[in-house]
């Protein structure tokens, strides 16, 4: 599963360029689709996408799904690795990267009809752009420098089903480079689970990073609560209009 080129791969200096873009039809049977640098549709990804719309899979999830390919496919196209060869080295680099590397600086461009850049490259740097400051009303934390890890946790899912769909359907390599953990491979999590004791927390991916347990925010919303007292009061007056 490795090799020399992994051995030399230096990922301190990789840079991933800006090739490719997820673009928007605007139509009901392709909503999205992949393009390359060179105006091709990536195939691989249209099939599996309208297998996702033949499942029930809304425009916006597929969308969700093709930021998550492109992100994955520029990355083999910047190490010069065809994404029916990739290994479970450059899996594994592609998780190191997303959750290392930089987002792009300056304002976000969103995917146009017609062909416009997605989701921009993002290069190693040392120091990280400071995060936003947290959103007053709901108290969720702004947006950081890196990549969050449920985006990490999420490519992960994503390109470990991809890759499992293109198996089954004999398109793609021999061995998903996404492998399942090791703990996870002999059947379903949980098979063999005491009922009396406490689940432990088990991750399905192999390089599927952790997520930290959040506290659930609390939101306080005065124009509900307000309206809410006014449609009590006007609820009492008539009931006392109806026992008079």
């Known amino acids: 599963m490795t090799g020399q080129d992994d051995l030399h791969r230096d990922m301190a200096n990789l ?8 673009q ?7 909503p999205y689709r992949l393009v390359d640098s060179s105006g091709e ?3 691989p990804v249209a099939v599996y996408l309208r297998d996702l719309q033949a499942a029930g899979r809304t425009a916006a999830t597929q969308r969700s ?3 998550d390919l492109l992100r994955w496919f520029r990355f083999c ?19 190191r990267w997303i959750q290392i590397a ?8 969103r995917t146009e009809r017609g062909g416009s850049a997605g989701e921009a490259a993002a290069d190693i740097a040392p120091a990280a752009p400071k995060r936003r400051a947290a959103n007053p009303v709901t108290g969720k934390p702004g947006p950081g420098g890196r990549y969050a890890a449920s985006t990490a946790v999420h490519c992960e899912s994503v390109l470990r089903q991809f890759y499992d769909f293109h198996l089954e359907a004999g398109s793609g390599p021999m061995v998903n ?27 399905s991916g192999l390089f599927r990073p952790r997520l930290a347990q959040r506290i659930p925010r609390s ?5 509900k609560i307000g309206s809410w007292a006014v449609n009590c009061a006007i609820s009492d007056v008539k009931r006392l209009a109806r026992t008079r």
């Open 15 to 22: 840079v991933v360029p800006r090739a490719g873009f997820l």
């Open 24 to 30: 928007a039809t605007g139509g009901p049977w392709d």
């Open 41 to 43: 549709v990536v195939g």
């Open 65 to 67: 799904y093709g930021m």
């Open 77 to 95: 196209w910047a190490i010069e690795v065809p994404w029916d060869q990739a290994t479970r080295s450059e899996a594994r680099d592609f998780c």
């Open 102 to 109: 930089a987002k792009p600086g300056g304002p976000r461009r």
């Open 177 to 203: 480079p996404f492998p399942l953990d090791r703990q996870r491979r002999g059947g379903r999590a949980g098979a063999h689970h005491n009922p009396m004791a406490a689940h432990r927390d088990e991750r």
């Open 219 to 223: 939101i306080l919303c005065r124009s």
